[in-house]
């Protein structure tokens, strides 16, 4: 017997990202998802009827007076597996929130108890202004996911966040909410600050001292965290990956830069998990313009100094409650330099997983043994990035302190 197909209403509000969703739609049939589009009203100014539904082999209402015999109106939420409205409008987050009916999409919302996720998209001074941070605010506090929006260039010639994020990430985002289902969003409510890729080093205008890191397993912790309901801060060394939807993207090159910008997100989070590659050596001294081959002579050594440890210094500076967490690549005596570092740096959790030859780089696999400083340890087998990544939130979750009631 083959299982069901996950059923997704996919609800589309009048944004002019409106046209990005048709690909979400794709990916989402395409994958073995039963989708029914319901779009607002006004959003089929933007995308008409017929597109959705022959993207989604179904007929596709707006209202709740067609096909009445069914009542679509309680039905199509109470039946679903997920609810992802993407493009969310200012004006479908204050109706959701306010808990109006006055189309399908806004009473399948009030009557779906599946996980709901909302990607909201517009222009920046609407997605900043109060009313609308409040709106999403309330429906984050009811357990719903509301993706932050990316940044960039917006309709006309405005940039800022606002962005619809790409749909390939947007679909990760259904995938992960559908896999962990009704009670998966154990991080809601929660700042949490990723470190990701290899920092470079530079030498002179042109060359750099780096490291094999591809950011995958730290884009996979952002990636997961997101669909668990957290606010995440990337901060993200030098990879070429998708920006993953939903998380605030931090770019940095070097490990002073990465120092200042994981310190500064870090102040008020929950938890910092630091799966960058750092490197623990620059150049002492930088050439301001390219070092030239001189024939007939020797290059100059490189000489090299201590770059700051970052990871030692969130473990000093950690506020009460917060969770520190590290990854240590090793190639020799994994567990033993292991639990040597995580004693000196003072995190909760240290991730330790055998580098070298073909593993882990770039790879989208990992296996890791995951420290704790109560001397826990917890083995995960070679399996996706984001599967140790889940491991690692599960442990996070757990040394959490409740936020205060009320
Ligand atoms: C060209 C154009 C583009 C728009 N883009 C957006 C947008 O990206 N986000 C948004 O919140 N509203 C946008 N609006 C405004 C909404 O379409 C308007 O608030 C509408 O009433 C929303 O209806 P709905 O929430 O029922 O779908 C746009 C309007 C126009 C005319």
Request: charged residues 25%; hydrophobic residues 45%.
């Amino acid at each position: 017997m083959t299982s069901p197909k996950p059923r997704v209403v996919l609800g589309v509000s009048a944004g002019i990202a409106a046209y990005k969703v048709c690909e979400l739609l794709r990916r989402l049939t395409e994958s073995g998802h039963d989708v029914t589009v319901v779009p607002t009203e006004d959003a089929l100014r933007f995308v008409g009827e017929p597109t959705w539904a022959a993207l989604s082999g179904k007929p596709v209402s707006t209202g709740v007076w067609d096909g009445v015999a069914d009542v679509p109106h309680v039905r199509l939420g109470q039946q679903a597996d997920l609810v992802f409205v993407a493009p969310a409008t200012a004006d479908l987050l204050a109706r959701a929130a306010g808990g109006l009916a006055d189309d399908l999409l806004t009473n399948t919302l009030l009557t779906a108890r599946c996980p709901v996720v909302f990607a909201p998209a517009m222009h920046t001074e609407m997605w900043e202004h109060p009313a609308t941070r409040a709106n999403a605010a309330t429906l984050r506090s009811r357990g719903a996911v509301v993706v932050e929006p990316a940044s960039g260039r917006l309709t006309g010639k405005d940039t800022g966040p606002g962005r619809l994020p790409e749909p390939a990430e947007l679909f990760e985002v259904a995938r992960h909410v559908l896999a962990r289902g009704a009670d998966g969003r154990d991080l809601a409510g929660r700042h949490v600050v990723v470190s990701a890729g290899g920092t470079r080093e530079a030498l002179d205008p042109v060359r750099f001292l780096g490291n094999r890191s591809s950011g995958l397993q730290g884009y996979a912790l952002a990636r997961t965290a997101v669909a668990r309901g957290a606010r995440v801060t990337l901060v993200s060394a030098n990879v070429a990956l998708p920006d993953p939807a939903g998380a605030e993207i931090v770019p940095v090159e070097s490990a002073e830069d990465m120092r200042e910008a994981v310190l500064k997100a870090a102040g008020a989070a929950d938890a910092v998990v630091m799966a960058a590659a750092v490197a623990d050596f620059r150049p002492a001294g930088y050439q301001g313009s390219k070092i030239k081959k001189s024939e007939g002579s020797e290059p100059e050594p490189i000489r090299l100094a201590k770059n700051p440890d970052i990871l030692a210094e969130l473990g000093e500076r950690r506020r009460p409650g917060q969770v520190i967490v590290g990854f240590a690549a090793e190639t020799d005596d994994v567990l033993e330099n292991g639990r040597a570092k995580l004693a000196r740096k003072r995190c909760d959790l240290l991730v330790v997983n055998q580098v070298g030859e073909g593993l882990t780089f770039g790879r989208p696999d990992n296996a890791a043994v995951i420290l704790g400083a109560d001397g826990s340890q917890t083995e995960v087998p070679r399996g996706a990035k984001e599967a140790l990544a889940e491991v690692v939130w599960d442990q996070v979750a757990a040394r959490l302190v409740p936020p205060p009631a009320g």
